[in-house]
């Protein structure tokens, strides 16, 4: 599945991503249809979530030393 991931999003359709989430939010600021508070707490959110995924895979992934228990 991630190998599927990997093969599609290319350096090219991951810059083209970027540029497109870069203009959608700066398109919503400049319109008013989100403030920079609505933004902020929503980066926020992203941001945590991003930081618990992370942690459950390194949960998940990281094998046990030699002096481990278990």
């Known amino acids: 599945m991630l190998a599927r991931i990997n ?3 290319t350096p ?3 810059k083209a991503i970027y540029g ?3 203009a959608a939010v700066a398109g919503a600021l400049a319109f ?3 403030t920079t508070d609505q933004l902020n ?6 941001l945590g979530i ?3 995924l992370t942690t459950l ?3 998940l992934n990281a094998s046990s030393g030699p002096h481990d228990e278990g």
């Open 41 to 46: 707490s929503a980066v926020q959110a992203v």
């Open 57 to 59: 895979m390194a949960a």
């Open 7 to 9: 093969r599609y999003l």
């Open 20 to 22: 497109i989430v870069t």
């Open 50 to 52: 991003v930081a618990a």
């Open 12 to 14: 090219p359709r991951r």
């Open 32 to 34: 008013g249809l989100v």
